[in-house]
């Protein structure tokens, strides 16, 4: 969080952004204006109450960015799924249906079995659970449901035995246009008091209200990667409109997220050299020298480049920053020892 400013003076991002040019300036603005709304509470989303709230905190999620950012685990395309109908015995599926009963029934030995019926308009399949009754709390009879597992045909009807399964829809959801109904279905995280059916609703609730986000990707980088727009990349990410259009999306998003990180990394980086005094060590001498003609070995042009590479970090009034990388076997450890015996030449001391 940002100390307040003292009176008459300016905080450093303000003096920074005073001193940029207008465009920039306004840039600079929007920016941080989309980042306010963002940081709000999640409690702004519409539909969101104190017990929601309390549930969706349980999953870490307690900013309207957070909700945004709460990405599909996996996509289903409606183009993909079988019909119950064409199924074939013995082989993996995905179906799409609507429960239509749950059955409950006691075995002995205090063991139970659950069976839940699914119909797709063309043919009937059961989702079959033994000692798992909790599933029947979210596999209400009307709930649009996506079943995934190996074909069986037992007992005269065709089912699944410990089926995965994604909610689609709730009860209510059925038969009217909703946001489960596209051909890609966006599976998200959910949890056993938040389906993915609620996460998807109170997602698109977010968009709407806060779907209109400043682009912190330059334009010109946008251009050059034929980048969407970061509001048109979040509402593909959740609700994509084709496969093509989805991968896209997350292109750009990866995109921006390894971008973010060089630049905080560039930005330490420059922190260091105008923030921090380092030790300017002396230039190679005769330890070193000696050192050399002692090793039965000549050094490789690599051990070379890096050490040179070394040596002009460490003269230098800096800090150091650099990763020694190399194959085993490849002499990364003469390289190390000779930076540890140039720092002992300066009259410094090292561990190694």
């Not at 999953?59 to 064409?86: A, K």
Request: without cysteine.
């Amino acid at each position: 969080m940002r100390e307040p400013a003292g009176e008459g003076k300016a905080t450093g991002s303000s003096r920074m952004t005073a001193a940029l040019p207008e465009s920039s300036r306004r840039r600079v603005e929007r920016l941080a204006s989309g980042r306010e709304a963002l940081r709000r509470p999640v409690s702004v989303v519409r539909g969101v109450g104190s017990t929601l709230l309390r549930h969706l905190e349980s999953m870490d999620i307690h900013t309207v960015e957070d909700l945004l950012f709460h990405f599909p685990r996996r996509y289903l395309d409606r183009r993909r799924i079988s019909r119950i109908s064409e199924v074939r015995i013995g082989e993996e599926a995905t179906v799409v249906g609507t429960v239509r009963s749950v059955e409950q029934r006691r075995l002995s030995g205090n063991r139970s079995v659950l069976s839940v019926a699914l119909f797709d308009g063309s043919a009937y399949l059961y989702g079959v659970w033994f000692n798992q009754p909790y599933h029947a709390d979210r596999l209400q009879p009307g709930t649009e449901v996506v079943f995934s597992g190996k074909v069986q045909y037992r007992y005269g009807r065709l089912q699944m035995t410990n089926p995965a399964y994604d909610l689609i829809g709730d009860p209510g959801d059925v038969g009217r246009a909703t946001v489960h109904t596209g051909r890609i279905i966006p599976l998200h995280p959910a949890s056993q008091k938040i389906s993915a059916a609620m996460l998807r609703r109170l997602v698109s609730r977010a968009l709407e209200q806060f779907g209109d986000l400043p682009d912190p990707l330059p334009q010109e980088l946008r251009l050059r990667y034929s980048f969407p727009h970061l509001s048109q990349s979040l509402r593909e990410m959740h609700f994509p409109v084709s496969q093509g259009r989805l991968n896209r999306a997350r292109r750009r998003m990866a995109y921006e997220e390894l971008l973010v990180m060089q630049v905080a990394l560039a930005l330490k980086r420059r922190h260091l050299r105008e923030e921090t005094r380092g030790i300017a060590h002396p230039p190679p001498g005769p330890l070193l020298e000696e050192f050399r003609r002692s090793l039965p070995f000549r050094l490789t042009a690599s051990q070379e480049r890096a050490f040179r590479e070394i040596v002009g970090d460490m003269t230098g009034p800096y800090p150091m920053n650099r990763l020694l990388q190399g194959e085993v076997g490849s002499g990364k450890t003469v390289v190390a020892l000779m930076a540890l015996l140039l720092a002992r030449e300066g009259g410094r001391q090292g561990a190694f």
